[in-house]
């Protein structure tokens, strides 16, 4: 395994984020959904590093089975229960790959009308980033293939707990 980012610059990349979601939703108390699994380390240091006003809540989805390959279909596990409709929604989500699973996500909350909709990624892919760079509003760091664990990033349920991002290597 191979350390790409540490505890310590991922501190601050969150702390960067943070600063730019407090002026943009200044006033607005918005509602920052995490995607579950991988989201729960990163939103929970989001919101304590934003540090106003704002409302929680998770959305379960699954893209992957026990392995390092996608599924290729996103499968909505659990949704959210707050009513979003006239909100301000950010999506929070650790790793965006191909865009598949944001984009479904998109879809799926844009159709209870929220006042606005924008995502928050931790990591996307520079693939992905080169053929829609509008991909993500907000983004930590665009990251080279190969598979991310750490800071609550998985693979196969293990590696979730490192509190720094690790990249696997092959094999
Ligand atoms: P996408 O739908 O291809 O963009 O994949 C997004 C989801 O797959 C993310 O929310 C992650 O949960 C998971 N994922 C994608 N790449 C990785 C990775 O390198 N490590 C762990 N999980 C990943
Ligand atoms: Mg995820």
Sequence with gaps: MKRI??????RNTVQRLAAR????YADKR???VGVLKGAFVFLADLVREVNRPLEVDFIT???YGPGRASSGNVQFVRDITTDITGRHVLLVDD???????L???????MRRSPASLRVCALLARRSLLADEPDA???LGHSVPDGF???YGIDCGEDYRYLPDIWVLEDG
Excluded at 5 to 10: I, K, M
Excluded at 21 to 24: E, P
Excluded at 95 to 101: F, P, R
């Design 5 to 10: 980012l540490s505890s310590r610059q991922v």
């Design 136 to 138: 993500v509003d907000y």
């Design 148 to 150: 991310v664990v750490g």
């Design 21 to 24: 979601i407090r002026v943009d």
């Design 30 to 32: 918005p509602v920052l």
């Design 61 to 63: 989805v699954s893209s």
């Design 103 to 109: 984009h479904e996500l998109r879809r799926h909350l």
């Design 95 to 101: 790793i965006a790959d191909s865009g598949l699973t």
